[in-house]
C-alpha cells in the first residue's frame, strides 16, 4: 500500500522515514535542529529516554541501528493523518539483526513539525518484543 501526503509536514514525515529506512544516518540531521526530541515511549531496553539536538543521531540512532544488519529496519508506512503541526503515523518494522534474527514490529509515531523540521516525536511500540528479541528481558 502507497500512502500519499495530504500536506507539507505530512510529506516531511514520509521524506523522513524513507532516509530512515536507507540507513543514511548522515542524511537524517537535516530533519532536526538543536532543540529537536525523539523520545522512545518504552522503559528498560536499549534506546530508552530522551534524546535532544544530534544526539539523536550520534548517541542514539548510531547504536540502535547497530544491532542491525546495515540498512535495517525498514519502516512501512501504513497511515498518515494530520492536523495542524501534528502528524500521526501507523507503520510496521522489518529488518534483521546482526545475529541473523528477524525483526517485525508494530509502531505509532506523534511527530511534532514546524519550519520544515522535526521539533518532536513520540514513538510506541512493541517494547517487550524488541526486549526479547535482543535477550534484555
Not at 20 to 28: A, F, V, Y
Not at 68 to 79: I, M, R, S
Request: aromatic residues 12%; charged residues 25%.
Amino acid at each position: 500500500m502507497t500512502v500519499t501526503a495530504q500536506n507539507g509536514n505530512e510529506q516531511l514525515v514520509l521524506d523522513f522515514f524513507e532516509v530512515l529506512s536507507s540507513g543514511d544516518l548522515e542524511k537524517l540531521r537535516a530533519f532536526y535542529h538543536d532543540k529537536s526530541v525523539w523520545e522512545p515511549k518504552v522503559k528498560n531496553i536499549a534506546g530508552a529516554g530522551m534524546h535532544v539536538g544530534m544526539d539523536i543521531i550520534d548517541k542514539f540512532l548510531a547504536p540502535v541501528r547497530g544491532m542491525f544488519e546495515p540498512g535495517d529496519p525498514k519502516v512501512h508506512v501504513q497511515n498518515i493523518f494530520s492536523q495542524g503541526p501534528w502528524v500521526c503515523v501507523e507503520s510496521f518494522s522489518t529488518g534483521k539483526t546482526l545475529d541473523g534474527l528477524v525483526y517485525e514490529n508494530d509502531y505509532c509515531w506523534v511527530f511534532e513539525v514546524s519550519n520544515g523540521k522535526i521539533d518532536a516525536m513520540r514513538e510506541y511500540m512493541d517494547s517487550h518484543y524488541t526486549a526479547k528479541l535482543f535477550g534484555m528481558d
